[in-house]
């Protein structure tokens, strides 16, 4: 079992910068797909940025050259820093954890962080 701990949210003036944090526990990180999501009032869940075990990251067009995605192993804490952020940023960010075993996928989320970008 992992669990998934978001901080960092607030409100912000479009232009400004956050740091998001996502703190775990209970299992090695190292063996997660960790990954930033996010949803705004009225719309669907969305993926922001995800670090694949192994180094590989990706991110949405909407955020690129914007947000970056890292994790600290020995912190077992992965980040999302936000710069230059837009209102249509504006949303719940959820921390999840991810990967596939034998028999079945492992799938945790946190309870998520709000952030707010004012114009």
């Known amino acids: 079992q992992v669990q998934l701990v978001e901080s960092g949210g607030g409100l912000v003036q479009a232009g400004g910068s956050l740091r998001l944090s996502c703190t775990t526990s209970?299992?090695?990180?190292?063996?997660?797909?960790m990954g930033w999501y996010r949803q705004a009032p009225g719309k669907q869940r969305e993926l922001v940025a995800q670090?694949?075990?192994?180094?590989?990251?990706k991110y949405a067009e909407s955020v690129k050259d914007r947000f970056t995605i890292s994790r600290d192993k020995a912190e077992n804490t992965v980040y999302l820093r936000m710069n230059s952020l837009k209102p249509e940023d504006t949303a719940v960010y959820y921390c999840?954890?991810?990967?596939?075993?034998?028999?079945?996928?492992?799938?945790?989320w946190g309870q998520g962080t709000q952030v707010t970008v004012s114009s």
């Open positions: 209970g299992s090695d990180l190292s063996l997660y797909t």
């Open positions: 670090d694949i075990s192994g180094g590989t990251t």
């Open positions: 999840n954890a991810y990967r596939t075993g034998i028999w079945t996928s492992y799938d945790y």
